[in-house]
């Protein structure tokens, strides 16, 4: 098999397409803690839940953006690290 700027951007190691994978620890984290937060919508609580889930949606991203399968994970972390910071920027 050719290694392409496409067979990179799209494959990983043993040659399989990959857009998206199983949700790992600190996306299933970011997706429950987001849930709960619709929950528990004031105090303490929503405040703890919220930094939870951003604390691991930043991780996830993080890691794909050093460790993903390829260059569209890793530009998926990419996009979702930025809008992350903007987001809390705001």
């Given at each position: 098999m050719e290694n392409t700027?496409?067979?990179?951007?799209?494959?990983?190691?043993?040659?399989?397409?990959?857009l998206g994978e199983m949700p790992n620890p600190p996306l299933i984290l970011w997706i429950v803690a987001s849930l709960l937060t619709l929950i528990f919508t004031?105090?303490?609580?929503?405040?703890?839940?919220?930094?939870?889930?951003?604390?691991?949606l930043f991780t996830w991203?993080?890691?794909?953006?050093?460790?993903?399968?390829?260059?569209?994970r890793r530009a998926l972390g990419l996009a979702v690290l930025i809008g992350l910071i903007a987001y809390q920027l705001q």
């Open positions: 700027l496409i067979d990179k951007t799209f494959r990983d190691s043993n040659g399989k397409i990959v004031t105090g303490k609580i929503n405040t703890l839940l919220d930094i939870l889930a951003n604390g691991a991203a993080w890691l794909e953006l050093f460790q993903g399968v390829n260059y569209f």
